[in-house]
């Protein structure tokens, strides 16, 4: 999605470096070979690594994907005495490697932790360059309020996250619209089912992950490449 274009648009070229343990070495080459073989017009380079300071050189954007892996039947809070470790070192890379305005997204969870934690460690980047994945979340509420009122994506407006990007954050559809015909309307006059929206809709926002990982006993990656690629 990247090397398409479809992160930062269709006419800015990239060099990618992607960086990997050790024993993921042979796959992140295959990830490689196959990047190469797509022949994206816009992919100028591909650099693999293992190496954390020679994949944060002179980097602009950097995407957090590393961590401990969420398993079935954790909570992202489990993870974090594992992660706390690994963005510490990452965020040090940054700081002394990376280019000054570097623009990070954290996606690994516990995201807003993990942020926190690289914000720490790298203060020369500004705050405000350092985001975490909540839109992961907000794609998700867009989605069952459009499937809810059987209307598209993309005329739900102004659903709202609050807090943390785990089972504890809140979606809010209070002041929420749809785009209609005649002009903007409240979900909440829409949905016409009040309960609806103050318990199923906020727990399934809330446990998505949980249900996801329940099923393929893995972290879901399809969506949340796509909330990371969108540039609205």
Sequence with gaps: MIARGIMLGPDQPVILHLLDITLAAEALNVVKMELLDAAFSLLKEVHVTTDIIEACKDVNIA??????????????????????????????????????????????????????????FSPSIPKK?????????????????????????????????????????????NHATITTTNGERPVKELVTNDHWLKNEFINTVQQCGTAIIKAQKASSALFAASAACMRD
């Design 63 to 120: 995407i957090m994907l590393g961590g401990f892996s969420r398993k079935e039947g954790m909570e992202r809070k489990d993870m974090m005495s594992k992660n706390v470790p690994i963005y510490k070192e990452q965020a040090s890379a940054l700081e002394k490697h990376a280019a000054s305005d570097c623009k990070v997204l954290v996606v690994a969870n516990p995201a807003n932790t993990n942020a926190l934690i690289l914000k720490e």
């Design 129 to 173: 360059n350092i985001t975490c994945l909540t839109r992961l979340d907000h794609n998700r509420a867009l989605s069952q309020i459009a499937e809810r009122i059987k209307v598209y994506v993309t005329d739900v407006k102004n659903v709202i996250i609050w807090g943390n990007h785990s089972s504890t954050q809140y979606p809010d559809a």
